[in-house]
């Protein structure tokens, strides 16, 4: 039965769940996009907010001592959902970093082109690689794993039931900092392979024929090469996003045991 009566108390806590819910949904992938516009993401966050309040009863009242004590918790509840959010969000910047890599390797990394989902500068490989995760993170449901790990948190951390413990905190970024160097090599792999052999070859033509100019050739050479691989790798992106959607959950948990 849905209980729609409104005291100060149960709107006090309402905009508690409202302020999480808000907070997660303005840096979470999918949900959180740029080019999203502002009213969805109010909405849409006002809509789970009601949902969550008939789930999510208080029961009891909660203790804060006049505006400050109220802000205090106004302001946990913010941090926390920003940091669910960021942990889901952060795991993007792996394909984006690899896709920098790959820029490097077959010659494009001056040719940048503006994103707007980031509305920041970033490489042509790395945002066609960031828009192929975020197809596949729609298609695998990924997004409902995400909103569903929102909504499990209130089981573990109830409203101004969070206890930031920083150094748990900063042990999960460090972690996530190595996965991302792991991770992000283990996807720019075949590239790299091809280019190291492609600069051995042209290493003894230049050896055995000086006479042409393997600067000019190598340009060229590199360019065809790399989309040439991109263009037969693309079939492993079902595989790069099991790596990024699994690193997104082992983020999650760990900066949730982190508040807690």
């Known amino acids: 039965m849905v209980d ?7 709107f006090e806590y ?41 789930s999510v009863l208080p029961e009891g009242q909660l203790e804060y001592t006049g505006v400050i004590g109220f802000a205090i918790i106004i302001l946990k509840e913010g941090i926390t959902g920003l940091l669910i959010g960021f942990a889901a969000n952060i ?5 984006v970093f690899s896709g920098k890599l790959i820029d490097m390797e077959i010659g494009l990394a001056m040719a940048n082109m503006y994103d707007p989902t980031t509305r920041s500068q970033s490489g042509i490989t790395g945002t066609m690689y960031n828009y192929f995760i975020m ?12 909103l569903r790990a929102l909504v499990d948190t209130y089981t573990l951390l109830p409203v101004n039931g969070a206890i930031f413990e920083w150094d748990h905190l900063m042990g999960s970024m460090v972690m996530f900092v190595s996965d ?3 991770i992000g090599f283990q996807i720019i792999l075949p590239i790299f392979a091809c280019s190291m052999i492609l600069n051995c070859i042209l290493g003894i033509m ?3 024929a000086p006479q042409m100019n393997m600067f000019a050739v190598g340009m ?4 065809l090469l790399g989309f040439s691989v991109l263009f037969l790798t693309v079939t ?3 595989i790069v996003s099991d790596f990024i959607f699994t690193e997104m959950k082992r983020m999650i948990v760990s900066v949730v045991e982190g508040m807690y």
């Not at 808000?22 to 849409?44: C, I, L, Q």
């Not at 795991?91 to 394909?95: L, M, P």
């Open 180 to 182: 991302l160097m792991v």
């Open 236 to 238: 492993l992106l079902p």
């Open 220 to 223: 060229q050479l590199k360019i």
């Open 14 to 54: 309402f905009l508690m769940i409202l302020v999480r819910v808000a907070a997660f949904v303005s840096v979470a992938p999918f949900f959180g996009m740029n080019n999203t516009p502002n009213r969805v993401k109010v909405g849409f966050s006002l809509f789970v907010a009601i949902i969550l309040f008939q």
């Open 91 to 95: 795991c993007n910047s792996i394909i």
């Open 4 to 10: 729609y009566n409104f005291s100060l108390y149960t």
């Open 135 to 146: 197809m596949l993170l729609i298609a695998t449901d990924m997004h409902h794993y995400i």
């Open 206 to 208: 230049a050896k055995v």
